[in-house]
């Protein structure tokens, strides 16, 4: 992931309701009073459950038991780092990078420490002084400490870095199904080009992954059946259904195969193409039916 700077984080769409869990926030500094009145200061925000932590050797060996762990369990799991621009290690390095030596993805957020304002309760702030960003090292380092640095807008930054790292990831656990199912599966652009085809769906219509990526899924057809999809399938879907029907797939020797076929519309425009075990060849394509699953 490239680095990023805060507009490009406040860019991000809200996550889906499912991201309502709460976020572990680890609060490191060798000064264990700062740590522990920064903390305090996040539990107030919304989501957080914040750990101040004096010890960076503590916290680093508590970052790589969790990042090794295959367990399953996320209970404790630490979701953001937070120190303070300046903190080094024993050998006056920067702590970032033992953070990403265990966990490369892990979500950091850096502050000014002089621009901590008053914790009480009854007005908690932090990042009141104008001060440059620092230069993000990594897509998931970010700093904190603009004039309207409220206690609210560093819990959103947390907030944002976090839910986004949680959907890259879910993305991602969704993608390695995808490329593993047994059923042809083809992600479709907006313009109606393959971004994604995995192996079963290329063998099914005769070609290569290589060759179907990026190119138009109208190729795979002929014109007659491009009309009946186009008329009859592409519809149903943008209407929030689920066209299932037999769909005649052109091979590249010129031979036609017919496999059942399952269409859905995507939120952007594009479409997602699940293809069945093709039946014999030369098959006339039927009219399909739809759901609403």
Same mark, same amino acid.
């Given at each position: 992931?490239?680095?990023?700077?805060p507009?490009?984080?406040?860019?991000?769409?809200p996550?889906?309701?499912?991201?309502?869990n709460?976020?572990?926030?680890?609060?490191?500094?060798?000064?264990?009073?700062?740590?522990?009145?920064v903390?305090?200061?996040?539990?107030?925000?919304d989501?957080?459950?914040?750990?101040?932590?004096?010890s960076?050797?503590?916290?680093?060996?508590?970052?790589?038991?969790?990042?090794?762990?295959?367990?399953?369990?996320?209970?404790?799991?630490?979701?953001?780092?937070?120190?303070?621009?300046?903190?080094?290690?024993?050998?006056?390095?920067?702590?970032?990078?033992?953070?990403?030596?265990?966990?490369?993805?892990?979500?950091?957020?850096?502050?000014?420490?002089?621009?901590i304002?008053?914790? *009480?309760? &009854?007005r908690?702030?932090?990042?009141?002084? #104008?001060?440059?960003?620092? %230069?993000?090292? $990594?897509?998931? =380092? !970010?700093?904190?400490g603009?004039?309207?640095?409220?206690?609210?807008?560093?819990?959103?930054?947390?907030?944002?870095?976090?839910?986004?790292?949680?959907a890259?990831?879910?993305?991602?656990?969704?993608?390695?199904?995808?490329?593993?199912?047994?059923?042809?599966?083809?992600?479709?652009?907006?313009?109606?080009?393959?971004?994604?085809?995995?192996?079963?769906?290329?063998?099914?219509?005769?070609?290569?992954?290589?060759?179907?990526?990026?190119?138009?899924?109208?190729?795979?057809?002929?014109?007659?059946?491009?009309?009946?999809?186009?008329?009859?399938?592409?519809?149903?879907?943008?209407?929030?259904?689920?066209?299932?029907?037999?769909?005649?797939?052109?091979?590249?020797?010129?031979?036609?195969?017919?496999?059942?076929?399952?269409?859905? *519309?995507? &939120?952007?425009?594009?479409?997602?193409?699940? #293809?069945?075990e093709?039946? %014999?060849?030369? $098959?006339?394509? =039927? !009219?399909?039916?739809?759901?609403?699953?």
């Amino acid at each position: 992931m490239t680095a990023t700077d805060p507009s490009s984080i406040a860019s991000i769409p809200p996550p889906p309701r499912t991201f309502r869990n709460p976020i572990t926030v680890l609060v490191v500094d060798d000064d264990a009073h700062a740590a522990d009145r920064v903390a305090t200061a996040l539990e107030a925000a919304d989501r957080l459950e914040a750990v101040a932590e004096p010890s960076l050797r503590r916290a680093l060996r508590r970052i790589e038991r969790e990042s090794g762990s295959d367990d399953g369990s996320e209970s404790d799991a630490i979701d953001c780092v937070v120190v303070p621009r300046g903190l080094t290690t024993a050998t006056g390095g920067d702590p970032v990078g033992d953070f990403r030596s265990s966990a490369a993805d892990l979500p950091v957020v850096r502050y000014d420490p002089s621009a901590i304002g008053p914790l *009480a309760a &009854d007005r908690p702030e932090i990042g009141r002084a #104008v001060t440059p960003r620092d %230069a993000s090292v $990594d897509g998931w =380092t !970010e700093f904190h400490g603009v004039d309207d640095g409220s206690l609210e807008s560093f819990g959103a930054l947390i907030r944002r870095l976090v839910d986004h790292r949680r959907a890259v990831d879910l993305v991602g656990r969704a993608l390695a199904g995808v490329t593993t199912a047994r059923d042809g599966i083809a992600i479709v652009g907006p313009d109606g080009t393959v971004e994604f085809a995995n192996r079963p769906y290329a063998g099914r219509v005769g070609f290569d992954r290589g060759d179907v990526v990026g190119t138009d899924w109208r190729d795979r057809h002929s014109p007659d059946e491009v009309d009946r999809l186009e008329s009859v399938a592409l519809p149903t879907a943008r209407d929030g259904w689920r066209w299932t029907g037999a769909c005649a797939y052109r091979r590249p020797d010129g031979t036609t195969v017919t496999a059942r076929t399952s269409l859905v *519309a995507l &939120d952007d425009g594009g479409l997602l193409f699940v #293809v069945d075990e093709p039946r %014999a060849a030369d $098959d006339t394509a =039927t !009219e399909g039916t739809s759901s609403d699953e």
